[in-house]
C-alpha cells in the first residue's frame, strides 16, 4: 500500500531554515509528479509546491515563492522541501502528497511534520 513518510520539521527562528524529507513506498514513485502542502492551525490545507517526475519542473505557490526549493530523489523515493528565510506565517504542519488518477482522483498523504517558526 501506498506510504509516505515525512520528517525534518522542528522549531526554528524566523529567518532560519529547514529542510524537509518524504520517504514514498507502495507505487512507482518515478512516475509520478509529487506535492507538498501545508495547513496553518485554523486554516485550510494550501498546495506550496510540486515537482514533475524528473524533477526537471517545479511548481509554487506565490506566498513561497523565492524561499521554498521542492526536488527529488527518484532513487532514494524520496522527495524534499527545502525551506530558507522561515516567518512565523510559515508555522504549519507540513504534509506529503502523492495524487492517483485512475479512474477517480484518490490523494494519498503522510502524517505530517510540524514546523514552527518563532520571532
Known amino acids: 500500500q501506498v506510504q509516505l513518510v515525512e520528517s525534518g520539521g522542528g522549531l526554528v527562528q524566523s529567518g532560519g531554515s529547514l529542510t524537509l524529507s518524504c520517504v514514498a513506498s507502495?507505487?512507482?514513485?518515478?512516475?509520478?509528479?509529487m506535492n507538498w502542502y501545508r495547513q496553518a492551525p485554523g486554516k485550510g490545507r494550501e498546495l506550496v509546491a510540486t515537482?514533475?517526475?524528473?524533477?526537471?519542473?517545479?511548481d509554487y505557490a506565490d506566498s513561497v515563492k523565492g524561499r521554498f526549493a521542492i526536488s527529488r530523489d527518484n532513487a532514494k523515493n524520496t522527495v524534499y522541501l527545502q525551506i530558507d528565510s522561515l516567518k512565523p506565517e510559515d508555522t504549519a504542519v507540513y504534509y506529503c502528497?502523492?495524487?492517483?488518477?485512475?479512474?477517480?482522483?484518490?490523494?494519498?498523504w503522510g502524517q505530517g511534520t510540524q514546523v514552527t517558526v518563532s520571532s
Open positions: 502528497n502523492y495524487r492517483r488518477v485512475l479512474h477517480v482522483i484518490t490523494n494519498y
Open positions: 507502495g507505487f512507482t514513485f518515478s512516475a509520478y509528479p
Open positions: 515537482v514533475s517526475p524528473t524533477g526537471g519542473s517545479t
